[in-house]
């Protein structure tokens, strides 16, 4: 499972999520499900390991990806991996619901805890598709991000004895992933009765060693120091969580919630603290030409879709900047910027260097299929005006 096709699922759901609390009005509703499914049909495309299979293979590769991402997708609806991260871990004061009391403080709920949250699938299906990850990765134990989805999904449903081989598996073949470290952390914690001392806090430290600004190591570590009544580590690294933002996800509002008691305990001024203001990036856009090569004129129609994606020359290949055109438009002017992000977190603005493709879908989606025309830039850095991007082959 790619970090992209989390990322958009992820999306998916915050999304949905505001819709049902009324606070994003129907039109930016429909405009960002329309860029998410967009999105999220290019994930799917490059979520896929290996080269294209036959026709014979096809249908089982096409099986396969389909459950790998209804396996994230209900894990994102029943809470996430790992601790529920929910209300501020309060001491000498009553417990948010969830929470249960220690000694060394307050701890979050296993996540079986919310296991009874309603959700698309019954709780039989998700263990079956589990199941079936689980029986897939014998076949291809090499899988890093397969290990990795099902250690997530074990913990999910509760399961955290299964989940731990699968975190180790998955942490050999990626040694350098931080939020796979936490997320391990995370569930060592949980198998310790909800206490980050000892090896739990090893591998929080090891992830933030690799990763500083890792927000769930952020997360585990400020709560861990808060345990100890360390109040001002606590502080330090609830703030970098809140500072890192987005304002408004799961985790900044948990360490926020947090920083409010910290700062209470050590008598500090309770004041919420201000996200940062957004770098100013110069000329956070890039644009040009796009055109159909003249010896393919014949093979698309005027109604076919075009879509003109921009994606970080290095990293995720998640688009950070979408649009939708006809094949009529063409020759097309076109420009790219952070308002035709997906995510308020995925910006255009977040890159270096990117890489600008358009692509003539005879389907209509965005998932490129044989038959479909394509081309690129090469990787060019934010500003340009002048790119020259030419649709001149043939998806196979």
Not at 19 to 34: T, V
Not at 61 to 89: D, E, F, H, I
Not at 171 to 197: F, H, S
Not at 249 to 272: F, I, T
């Amino acid at each position: 499972m790619s970090a992209e096709l989390q990322r958009v699922l992820a999306q998916i759901e915050h999304i949905e999520l505001a819709r049902a609390q009324g606070g994003l009005p129907s039109d930016l509703y429909a405009e960002a499900r329309r860029r998410l499914d967009a999105a999220l049909m290019l994930a799917l495309a490059t979520d896929a390991p290996g080269a294209a299979p036959g026709p014979a293979a096809a249908p089982r590769a096409r099986w396969a990806t389909r459950q790998a991402a209804a396996v994230a997708a209900l894990a994102v609806m029943v809470g996430g991996t790992g601790y529920a991260w929910k209300g501020s871990p309060r001491q000498g004061a009553a417990a948010p619901a969830g929470w249960a009391a220690t000694s060394g403080g307050l701890t979050p709920p296993s996540p079986a805890a919310g296991a009874s949250a309603p959700h698309a699938l019954g709780n039989d299906a998700m263990v079956g598709m589990v199941q079936a990850l689980a029986e897939r990765l014998k076949a291809k134990p090499d899988d890093g991000e397969g290990w990795a989805m099902l250690a997530r999904s074990y913990t999910t449903l509760g399961q955290v004895d299964a989940s731990l081989p699968a975190y180790a598996q998955a942490l050999k073949l990626a040694p350098k992933d931080a939020e796979l470290m936490a997320d391990y952390a995370d569930a060592l914690a949980l198998k310790q009765g909800r206490q980050l001392t000892g090896e739990p806090l090893t591998w929080v430290k090891k992830a933030l060693a690799l990763d500083p600004r890792q927000p769930k190591a952020l997360l585990l570590a400020g709560t861990e120091a808060y345990n100890r009544q360390d109040m001002p580590a606590a502080i330090r690294y609830w703030e970098q969580v809140v500072a890192a933002g987005p304002a408004g996800s799961g985790l900044v509002e948990q360490a926020r919630s947090g920083l409010a008691d910290a700062r209470q305990a050590s008598g500090a001024s309770p004041a919420p603290v201000a996200a940062p203001a957004a770098p100013s990036v110069p000329q956070a856009k890039v644009g040009g030409m796009v055109r159909l090569a003249p010896e393919l004129v014949r093979e698309a129609k005027p109604d076919d879709t075009v879509f003109v994606f921009a994606r970080a020359a290095e990293g995720p290949r998640m688009p950070l900047a979408l649009i939708q055109r006809r094949v009529r438009d063409l020759p097309l002017r076109f420009e790219l910027d952070d308002s035709q992000a997906m995510n308020p977190a995925a910006k255009l603005s977040s890159a270096q260097q990117v890489v600008v493709t358009a692509r003539v879908s005879r389907s209509g989606q965005a998932q490129p299929q044989p038959g479909d025309l394509e081309g690129a830039s090469a990787a060019v850095a934010l500003g340009r005006s002048d790119l020259d991007v030419v649709i001149g082959a043939r998806v196979r």
